[in-house]
């Protein structure tokens, strides 16, 4: 398996998100909704050449708390 480049830049769109999913479940809350908003985004990204599939997929990986 390839391995990638893990010092990539997240848009900061895409950062606050991520942030805001963080801080709603680390105080118990359960977040789906907010979860399927950071990964549109991060689809977006992908298609919008901003991120590749295997950043997406890492982001997806490390992040998710579902």
Do not use: H
Request: with cysteine; hydrophobic share 40%; proline share 2%.
């Amino acid at each position: 398996m390839d391995e990638i480049n893990k010092e990539f830049n997240i848009p900061y769109y895409i950062f606050e998100e991520i942030v805001d999913y963080i801080e709603l479940t680390s105080k118990g809350y359960c977040k789906t909704m907010k979860w399927e908003n950071v990964k549109a985004l991060l689809r977006l990204a992908k298609i919008n050449n901003r991120l590749s599939e295997a950043q997406v997929e890492f982001i997806i990986n490390k992040y998710n708390r579902e």
